[in-house]
Structure formats: C-alpha cells, structure tokens
C-alpha cells in the first residue's frame, strides 16, 4: 500500500497507524490504482481502514439504498457500491464534472457502474432533490458545511438508517479551541455538538484514521 500524509492519522501513534494499515489483506487492481492516484495527487480519499469499516457497517445493515454526500474520484463509492451487492442502487455526488468523469471511469474499472447512479452538483441540495429516503448517508462534503449537511441528510434518512461521516476529528483540532477564521475546524465541532445532543441520533465517535462519527436514526 502506498502510504501518505492522505493516509495517516495526526493523533494515532506512528506505530500503532502502521499496524493497522500493515494488517490490511491487499486491494484489488482498481482500488490500488486509486489509491496511487490519491497520494500522487494528493486527493483525500477515506483510505481502505475506514472504507473496510464502511463495508461491515452496510453488509450488518443490510443497506441496499445508500447516498454520498461528497464522493470525489469515487473512491468510496466503489466500497459502498461493492458491499450493497448488485441490486443497490448508490448514488454519487460532486460538484466537478471533471472528477466526477474520472470517477465513472474507476467504477468501469472496477465493474459496479450500474449500481451507482452519478450526480454533479451540490451534495445538500442533491440529497434533498433525490426522490426517496435512504438506509443509508455517508457525508464527506467541505467540513464548514458539516453542520447544514447534517440538516439536509437527517430529513432524508429512514428509521434505524445509519449515519456515517469522515474526518469529525479533522487532524486533532476538533477537540482543541478553534479560531474565529477556521471554519472548518468549527463545523466539524459543531457538528459533533449537534450529533451528541440530537434526540434523533444515537451517535459513536471512532478516532480511526481522521475520526468517523456513526449515528443510528432512532
């Protein structure tokens, strides 16, 4: 695996980090070639920790109707879309129609592009847009959006549905004061605020990797 900045976590013990990433049975040919992309790109993906986590969230779930809000070059998508099984139906969201090309591409590649459905646009109002309730929402959309991309997914997901949601650690700075400029860092710890404190929500926080926030929809 090709490790970088992309990859690691800023508050796990070098050592410990690689553990982790050393356990990890290797990827297929379409997920690696993603994976090298990232890091010479330097494109944030999930990395295939937290994407292996994502897998065993959907298969114990038994989603079969997911939404991303923010997918990039697909990288999760294909975990997501992968772990649903072929009657799913995953929908994709960027705002670049560029990325959102190469991405089709990868899901070609890695033989599950009939099961996700690809949007361009803003993701909260996407997500709104889409016909239907989800089992399923992972958001990793700009992290000063966080709190609003809360708002949107939570009318949109079912009963007993599964919230998912990358980077709510965002490097360690989210549980350390935040300066008035940074928005994004006070997104992020606004939005585990409003997770926490939801009657809605049964929230955990797992610092793996860059800190993933599951919720339950009661």
Same mark, same amino acid.
């Given at each position: 695996? &090709?490790?970088?900045?992309?990859? %690691?976590?800023?508050?796990?013990?070098?050592?410990?980090?690689?553990?982790? =990433?050393?356990?990890?049975?290797?990827?297929?040919?379409?997920?690696?070639?993603?994976?090298? =992309?990232?890091?010479?790109?330097? @494109?944030?993906? &999930?990395?295939?920790?937290?994407?292996? #986590?994502?897998?065993?969230?959907?298969?114990?779930?038994?989603?079969?109707?997911?939404?991303?809000?923010?997918?990039?070059?697909?990288?999760?998508?294909?975990?997501?879309? %992968?772990?649903?099984?072929?009657?799913?139906? @995953?929908?994709?969201?960027?705002?670049?129609?560029?990325?959102?090309?190469?991405?089709?591409?990868?899901?070609?590649?890695?033989?599950?592009?009939?099961?996700?459905?690809?949007? @361009?646009?803003?993701?909260?109002?996407?997500?709104?847009?889409?016909?239907?309730?989800?089992?399923?929402?992972? &958001?990793?959309?700009?992290?000063?959006? =966080?709190?609003?991309?809360?708002? +949107?997914?939570?009318?949109?997901?079912?009963?007993?549905?599964?919230?998912? *949601?990358?980077?709510?650690?965002?490097?360690?700075?989210?549980?350390?004061?935040?300066?008035?400029?940074?928005?994004?860092?006070?997104? @992020?710890?606004?939005?585990?605020? #409003?997770? =926490?404190? +939801?009657?809605?929500?049964?929230?955990?926080?797992?610092?793996?990797?860059?800190?993933? *926030? &599951?919720?339950?929809?009661?």
């Amino acid at each position: 695996m &090709i490790r970088s900045d992309n990859l %690691r976590s800023a508050f796990t013990q070098e050592d410990v980090d690689k553990y982790i =990433y050393d356990l990890l049975p290797e990827r297929d040919a379409a997920v690696k070639e993603m994976e090298a =992309y990232a890091a010479e790109h330097h @494109v944030p993906i &999930i990395g295939p920790a937290v994407a292996r #986590m994502l897998t065993l969230l959907v298969q114990v779930s038994g989603a079969t109707r997911i939404f991303e809000m923010g997918s990039a070059i697909g990288y999760s998508t294909i975990w997501l879309a %992968r772990a649903a099984g072929p009657t799913a139906k @995953v929908f994709y969201t960027d705002g670049n129609p560029e990325t959102a090309r190469r991405a089709q591409e990868h899901f070609r590649k890695a033989g599950v592009s009939k099961r996700i459905n690809v949007q @361009v646009g803003n993701a909260l109002e996407l997500v709104k847009k889409t016909p239907g309730k989800f089992d399923f929402i992972f &958001i990793d959309v700009d992290k000063h959006q =966080y709190p609003d991309a809360l708002r +949107s997914a939570l009318q949109k997901l079912k009963r007993g549905g599964l919230l998912v *949601t990358d980077n709510t650690l965002w490097s360690g700075k989210a549980a350390r004061p935040a300066a008035t400029d940074d928005k994004d860092t006070r997104g @992020v710890q606004e939005f585990n605020r #409003m997770v =926490y404190t +939801s009657k809605e929500l049964f929230p955990v926080l797992i610092p793996l990797r860059d800190g993933v *926030t &599951i919720c339950r929809k009661l």
